[in-house]
Each structure stands twice: as C-alpha cells, then as structure tokens.
C-alpha cells in the first residue's frame, strides 16, 4: 500500500459514511455537500472493492467489511487528528484544547478530582474528559492507548508501554460497622465463609491473582462495575468486600461500614499513567505527564502517609488518618 497515492481526506468521509449510514448525514458531519459525499463514497468504493454501505429497503446497512472498517476508522481518524495536532511548545496558562484520560471510577475519585483542581489553577484553558476503561482494555491495549492521552491504571494489568508511576495504596476490606460475625480483624476462613461484593473488572487482577495463590475462593454475591457503589453493598448485610484504602478512607464515612485488615500481606496497589510512544515527545503530553506526577508525588507526602502498616480502626477512617501503605522500591 503506497499511502503517498492515497487522500488522507477519505478517512474522514470514511468514518462519517460508517458511522452515519447515511451520505445527507455523513456530509451534514463533515461539511461536505450531498454530491461531494457521494462522490467520496464511489472512490472508497473502488478503492476497497466493496459496497461498504448496502442499501436495504428504504435505509443502508453495513456490508461485511464495512463493520470491520468502522472501528478501525474510528481508530484511525483519532490516531490522525492526535498525530496533527501535536506540538513543538506547550504553554498550559495559553493553551486550549481537551485532554481524554481513560480511568476507573476509583481513579478518578482518588486522583482524578485531585488533578482536576490543579489543572484548573495552572491551565484554565485544557479541559479533561475522563472514559471509563472499556473490558477490552487487556486485549486492544495498543489501540486503546492511540486514541487517547493516557489510561489511569494499577501496575499488573499490563505492561510493554511507557508509564509515570503515581502513588501508592493498599488493598484492605470493608465489612458493615454492625457486622454479627466480625470485630477487629478478619480470619482466612472468614473470607472463604462470607458473601463478597466484587468488582466484576481485571483491574484489581494482582490482589485477585494472589486470594487464589492463598486459596481462597469469593463466594460472591453481588458484583458492580464500581468501586465507589461497593461500600453501599457492604453495608448493612454481612458482605464484605475488597477496595483500595485511599478510596476506603473517602467512601467509608458515607455508608455503615468499617476498615479491616487483610488476614494476609496484601500485594500494595502502584497507580500509574500510560501513554503509548506516539504522545513521548509531544510538549502537551509532556506537561501533562508531569502535572500527573507532581499530583501523585503530593499525594504520597500527604499528612498521614505512613512507610509501613498497621490496622486502621473506624476512627481512622472517619477522621481521614488511616494509614496507607507506601511500598518501598
């Protein structure tokens, strides 16, 4: 394929004409009257040799290989419009234009708002659009990662990309501040007997990963894609649940529940930014890889920090001095 001989502009028709079904609409998209369209349509046409769009009745469908082309020209129209808008200088206090960083909900409560509100101050200009991280995060990591300007996301899920390393936490559990079979701590044949909520995502593999290590198998009951609902399904039943201390130490004062140890040296959680090798040397993504890990630095020297663990009491949690564990590298 020599893309020298090929309209980059095609893309664009291509995407709308996929995404739309429709040449009026598609046009209307894009800026690109009915015979223009049209005209796109008929050389994509060619060039695949294929109908791309079938018409059926009184609309059109997709043909076979039209459906393959539809993600990958999302893909690749977003990948473009990344590669083009890419910068020698980067002034954040100047500049405007929207970050989308990909995150789960206890990302974005933990450091997201947190890197929110120092990016408002620095760089009242850029916006950011937090995703939630799709299922297929582990499979298409590489397109994933091309299409946007970074995935928040714990160390042990995947590996082979440029990353900035956050903060710290740990893993402890939640059980309901009235739990009849639960005081301070809880026993290995506790977390085999008890009904679990789960989070029903990979991105807390590792500590997943190590329970079966140990031989314990959840008994789950309910499972959430969400962090933040957890502690509302712990509470007033006798579940428990497994959640990062930081997000713990937010949530728990809301909902009836408490903070107790692992019965076992939790594996500790290393949050970190990726970014595909596209974005290394673009300023922006420069400034906001640093702006990412200053954020995290400040929250790992936090008041309360401590270097190594103990238990954390309701008391703890509620005045905000649990201790989160800072593994030493």
């Known amino acids: 394929m020599n893309l020298s001989r090929l309209d980059l502009n095609l893309v664009v028709a291509l995407r709308a004409l996929l995404e739309e079904r429709n040449v009026t609409r598609a046009g209307q998209r894009v800026g690109l009257s009915q015979p223009a369209m049209s005209a ?15 018409r059926v009745g009184g609309h059109y469908e997709l043909t076979a290989l039209g459906q393959v082309l539809l993600d990958r020209a999302s893909t690749a129209y977003d990948l ?19 970050f989308e960083l990909v995150a789960s909900d206890y990302a ?50 995947i590996s082979d990309f440029p990353a900035t390393d ?30 679990w909520v789960t989070y029903r995502r990979t ?14 198998e959840p008994r789950v009951e309910v499972s959430v894609d969400s962090f933040q609902i957890m502690p509302l399904l712990v509470g007033g039943t006798r579940r428990i649940a497994l959640i990062q201390a930081r997000l713990a130490r937010l949530l728990a004062p809301l909902a009836a529940v408490r903070v107790v140890e692992p019965p076992y040296e939790a594996v500790p959680l290393r949050e970190a930014l990726w970014w595909h090798p596209v974005h290394t040397h673009d300023a922006a ?27 954390a009491s309701t008391a703890d949690v509620i005045h905000g001095a649990d201790a989160i564990h800072r593994q030493r590298e």
Request: charged fraction near 30%; charge should be negative; glycine fraction near 6%.
């Open 40 to 54: 796109a349509l008929s050389r994509l046409r060619r060039h695949f040799d294929d109908d791309l769009l079938a």
């Open 80 to 98: 473009l419009e990344r590669l083009f808008a890419s910068q020698a200088d980067f002034d954040p206090a100047k500049e405007s234009r929207e």
């Open 108 to 157: 974005v409560a933990v450091f997201g708002a947190e890197f929110a509100r120092v990016v408002h101050q620095e760089a009242p200009g850029i916006r950011l659009r937090f995703a939630q991280t799709p299922t297929t995060v582990v499979d298409a990591t590489d397109t994933l990662l091309s299409t946007t300007d970074g995935l928040l996301m714990p160390h042990g899920v």
């Open 166 to 195: 956050l903060y710290q936490d740990r893993w402890v559990f939640l059980v309901a501040d009235d739990h009849p079979s639960v005081d301070d701590r809880l026993t290995r044949e506790d977390l085999a007997r008890l009904p």
């Open 203 to 216: 991105y807390d593999a590792p500590a997943v990963r190590q329970l079966g290590m140990l031989g314990i």
């Open 285 to 311: 993504h420069i400034w906001l890889r640093e702006t990412a890990a200053r954020v995290g630095k400040r929250m790992a020297d936090e008041p309360g920090e401590m270097s190594g663990p103990r238990r």
